[in-house]
């Protein structure tokens, strides 16, 4: 479904106030994700996992490099696609409008796509499978725990129906209790859905939980792919060192 081939992404940089300097952060990064699959993503904070999730939803272009999204260049795909991609980030405290209520916020990729008849019967849906109350509909975001907040995006990433989501980091600022209960929940999702993920995050363990194949980025580059049940066959040092960390708490 999706395909990332050879894709180099670097910025400019000021050294100083005169000097200008090109930093870059992908390397040739090659991999696919096929139909259905989801796909874990691990690299250390500063590695360009962001950086790579705003190329495949086509925000950014990379520098040289392409991709693919069904045979079609992402960014003509998304164009003939719309709804049909998107993405969970980690902060959603600045990802949604927080003068919006509930309501308002899982409706607007819907209404962005001029769907609207039969709005309420889908979002009281949509909150249903993310397991939230109806008793929420009119809050606002700071009336919401952090918890319920990402549920709420979670809702709306999922309100268009998307056939690839790229989660970036959506359950890093959780605590421990509340991501495992997304991770069921988003496990259940995927088999209900069948939904293809990207999924970004800095853990092994949530990635090993949800994932049928993990990429490893390092240095800009992926040095390992290894699908979750061999991941004891890794040879690349950095995939062996994470390993190893996780090992000893029973990963
Ligand atoms: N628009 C930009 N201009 C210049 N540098 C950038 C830009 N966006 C990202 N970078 C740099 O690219 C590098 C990778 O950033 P990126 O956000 O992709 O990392 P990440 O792997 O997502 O990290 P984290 O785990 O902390 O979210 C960083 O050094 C960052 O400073
Ligand atoms: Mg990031």
Known sequence: MLEVKDAYKSYFTYGSL?????????????????QGECVGL??????????????????????????FMEGESIIAWSKSHRGQMSVVFQDYTTSINS??????????PLSA???SDKLTTLILELLDKVELPTTLLKRYPHELSGGQLQRVC???SISTQPRFIVFDEALSSLDVSVQSQI???????KNDLNMTYLFIAHD????TNLCDKVLFLYQGRIVEQLRTSELFKA????????????????G
């Not at 200008?20 to 096929?34: A, C, E, H, N, P």
């Not at 003068?99 to 607007?108: D, G, H, S």
């Not at 991770?183 to 999702?189: A, C, G, H, W, Y």
């Open 154 to 156: 979670l809702a709306r």
């Open 42 to 67: 691990i690299g250390e904070s500063g590695s360009g996992k962001s950086t790579l999730s705003r190329l495949i939803l086509g925000l950014e272009q990379p520098s040289s490099g392409e991709i």
């Open 183 to 189: 991770l069921k929940l988003l496990r259940n999702l």
């Open 99 to 108: 003068r919006f209520t509930v309501q308002e916020i899982i409706a607007e």
């Open 18 to 34: 005169f000097s200008r300097k090109s930093q870059d952060i992908l390397r040739g990064v090659t991999f696919s994700v096929g």
């Open 235 to 250: 040879k690349s040092e950095y995939a062996k060192n994470l390993l190893a960390s996780v090992i000893p708490f029973g």
């Open 113 to 115: 796509l001029k769907k």
């Open 204 to 207: 092994l363990q949530t990635i």
